[in-house]
């Protein structure tokens, strides 16, 4: 399956929230980029798996044969599609999908891959620099959207968050709701006011509330442990 939303969305971490629960899955990333094509992929079983002779054929399975080897693309509509308008990588991972296997190029063999699991994470297409992915490879990915979270949902992480950090100075501790209140309001009313459209660069997104509260915790640093 796909998930798919803007920068800062929580894409990755909830992906990795996910699979943390479950103790029979190895997750590893492979960070896709303009010029990735299949060898990237190819490169990557050679670390993580081994390939097994059986009287069935050839078989690429992971190299903890206990785990299932979950291969995280991030990225995965960056690559640059080729004069026909093909992404090779593209290609190749809808056949690993479609056919569970693939030719592997040095001896033309074919290789049928067990227990391994493809998941993948972008941008919109409309962002710069992405590509739309093809039909073809799409039906055979759910498409998930990650968007980001609302201003209540913001209000309790946050406020989690700021309640911990102001523990460190009890003359403070009180303000943890207000800050919070401050820091949501501020964010929601930028991110409404400079939009894409007035600057490409304006994307706000809730990695500018995480610097923002690491800034006031090393700010707070001096102020609990005065000479």
């Given amino acids: 399956f796909l998930l798919c939303g803007p920068p800062g969305s929580g894409k990755t971490m909830t992906l990795m929230a996910t699979l943390k629960s479950l103790p029979d899955f ?19 079983f050679n670390h993580y798996c081994e390939y097994k002779k059986t009287p069935g054929g ?14 995280f693309c991030d990225e995965i509509n960056l690559p640059d599609t080729d004069k026909y308008g093909t992404q090779a990588i593209i290609t190749f991972l809808r056949q690993l999908t479609e056919q569970k296997g693939f030719w592997r190029p040095s001896d033309k063999s074919w290789i049928k891959l067990e227990k391994i699991q493809f998941v993948g994470a972008c941008n919109p297409p409309t962002d710069a620099g992405r590509h ?3 039909s073809r490879f799409l039906r055979h990915a759910p498409l998930i959207l990650v968007d980001f979270p609302g201003p209540e949902s913001l209000s309790q992480i946050y406020g989690t968050f700021n309640r911990a950090m102001l523990k460190r100075n009890p003359a403070i501790k009180g303000c943890a709701e207000s800050l919070t209140n401050a820091m949501v309001e501020f964010y929601t009313e930028s991110q409404q006011h400079f939009t894409a459209d007035i600057q490409p660069h304006y994307i706000y997104s809730p990695r500018e509330l995480t610097r923002w509260k690491f800034a006031i915790f090393e700010a707070l640093g001096p102020v609990e442990s005065p000479e």
């Fill in 132 to 134: 739309p992915l093809s």
């Fill in 26 to 44: 190895e997750m590893i990333f492979v960070n896709f980029s303009s010029s990735t094509t299949p060898t990237l992929l190819l490169k990557t």
């Fill in 58 to 71: 050839l078989i690429l399975h992971p190299r903890n044969p206990n785990k299932w080897l979950v291969v």
